[in-house]
C-alpha cells in the first residue's frame, strides 16, 4: 500500500512563498523512482486541477498559471516530492494534493493552502 503524506501548507501573504513536500514512506525506493509525481488543487468550488509534474526521468511539466513561479523537484533516495511556491496570488488558495502515478494513481490526503492578506 502506498501511502503519501503532505506537509507544509499554511496561510501566507500574498507575494509570499510557501514549499510543500510529499513523502512515500511505505513505497520502496524502486517504485518510488520509476514512478511519476507530482502535485495537483482543488479550489473551492472548481474542479481538481493538474499544478505540477516531474517523470521519473526529471522531466517537468507546470501549468501555464503557475510558470515562473512554482518549481517541482524530487528526491528518490528521500522519497520526496516537493513543490515550490513563490508569488502567491490569492487565486492560489486551495488543498494540494501529492500523487504517485505507476500504473494506477495513489493520492495523499492534501494540504490546504491560503494566500490571503
Known amino acids: 500500500q502506498v501511502q503519501l503524506v503532505e506537509s507544509g501548507g499554511g496561510l501566507v501573504q500574498p507575494g509570499g512563498s510557501l514549499r510543500l513536500s510529499c513523502a512515500a514512506p511505505?513505497?520502496?525506493?524502486?517504485?518510488?523512482?520509476?514512478?511519476?509525481v507530482g502535485w495537483y488543487r482543488q479550489a473551492p468550488g472548481k474542479q481538481r486541477e493538474l499544478v505540477a509534474t516531474i517523470t521519473s526521468g526529471g522531466s517537468t511539466n507546470c501549468a501555464d498559471s503557475v510558470k515562473g513561479r512554482f518549481t517541482i523537484s524530487r528526491d528518490n533516495a528521500k522519497k520526496t516530492v516537493d513543490l515550490q511556491m513563490n508569488s502567491l496570488k490569492s487565486e492560489d488558495t486551495a488543498v494540494y494534493y501529492c500523487?504517485?502515478?505507476?500504473?494506477?494513481?495513489?493520492w495523499g490526503k492534501g494540504t490546504l493552502v491560503t494566500v490571503s492578506s
Open positions: 500523487y504517485l502515478r505507476l500504473g494506477i494513481d495513489y
Open positions: 511505505r513505497a520502496s525506493g524502486t517504485f518510488f523512482s520509476i514512478s511519476a
